[in-house]
């Protein structure tokens, strides 16, 4: 695997079937095969709800729907401690493998999704995708970065009246489910001859926006369009208020070993 | 009635532990110990429901 991460997959999967399974989809990492699911009962990772959270979710009771795991992912150091631990309360919710590694392992150049720029004198906006591809309900990351001059800031939250904080907005798709932008901790900057402090960003700030897209499968391709807003000042002048527009597109992926149903509508 | 949130710190072992040993079979039926197997990497350790379905 890139950056020489070791990968593992764990199901209750018998080793024929994750023969199959590897063959049919070129897997070369190692999937285990925890037949019985005891490994993962001793971890405590079993779903003893599964059967009641499916008829919650309106999904049929099936027999192969017990000793279930939580579905969800451990990122261990290279000394095996334990660094990150995610886990989905729906099976549905899946990161992509990129948008794992970004924010886990802080891994960044690893390769991402579509990718937007726009220069300014004072600051210049990057922004992009961590994958060209989603699958429904899979959490996708925006991330968005702000390269800004020696000597300009940016205003962070809580702002006073009258200032623009950084904020990006994206606008609404259907079914498109936004969680909050999180960005680094603005820090005080105090201007000379004035009470208040304001809460700032400088130099680099890379902010990132989680979402999903949770209509049915077969919803389409999509285009991601964002403002990013700032106001960009120095500790003697304030520049106007700048809006800048993003757009990423991306395409629907079948999840895997499954086809995308037909379209429809000529949408 | 939705379901009472899960609060999934609890679940499984924690972060600041050591992730216990395990030893499963692999896609090829060879055994797999998995921090010997990650030979001093950094890993991805992945639970997901079946693969057959």
Not at chain 1, 79 to 104: M, N, P
Not at chain 1, 194 to 209: A, I, K, N, Q, Y
Not at chain 2, 6 to 24: A, Q
């Amino acid at each position: 695997m890139a950056n020489n991460i070791a990968l593992f997959a764990v199901s209750y999967d018998s080793v024929s079937v994750l023969r199959e399974f590897a063959t049919k989809h070129g897997v070369r990492y190692p999937l285990l095969s925890d037949e019985g699911s005891q490994v993962m009962q001793s971890l405590g990772l079993i779903n003893e709800r599964v059967q009641e959270d499916h008829a919650f979710y309106g999904i049929q009771p099936n027999p192969k729907h017990v000793n279930l795991p939580y579905p969800g992912v451990f990122v261990l150091d290279a000394a095996g401690t334990i660094t990150h631990k995610r886990f989905h309360e729906s099976y549905r919710v899946r990161d992509t493998g990129a948008g794992l590694i970004a924010e886990t392992l802080g891994i960044l150049d690893g390769g991402h999704g579509p990718e937007m720029a726009a220069d300014g004198d004072t600051v210049s906006v990057r922004a992009w995708l961590d994958s060209a591809t989603y699958c429904a309900f899979q959490q996708l990351h925006l991330t968005v970065e702000l390269a800004i001059a020696p000597g300009f800031h940016v205003y962070g939250d809580p702002i006073p009246k009258g200032y623009v904080p950084l904020r990006v907005e994206v606008a609404p798709i259907e079914g498109l489910e936004l969680r909050p932008m999180r960005w680094p901790s603005p820090h005080p900057f105090k201007v000379e001859g004035l009470d208040e402090e304001f809460p700032v960003h400088e130099g680099t700030v890379r902010g990132s926006l989680p979402f999903a897209f949770t209509a049915p499968p077969g919803a389409g391709d999509q285009v991601i369009r964002a403002t990013v807003r700032y106001q960009a000042c120095s500790a003697s002048t304030c520049l106007a208020p700048a809006a800048v527009q993003v757009e990423m597109p991306v395409r629907e992926a079948a999840l895997v070993g499954r086809a995308l149903p037909a379209r429809t509508s000529g949408a | 009635m939705p379901l009472p949130p899960r609060d999934f710190r609890t679940i499984g072992p924690n972060e600041g532990e050591y992730f216990p040993n395990i030893r499963l079979l692999d896609q090829t039926g060879t055994p797999v110990d998995l921090h010997t197997a990650r030979a001093g990497r950094q890993a991805l350790v992945v639970f997901h429901r079946s693969a057959e379905w």
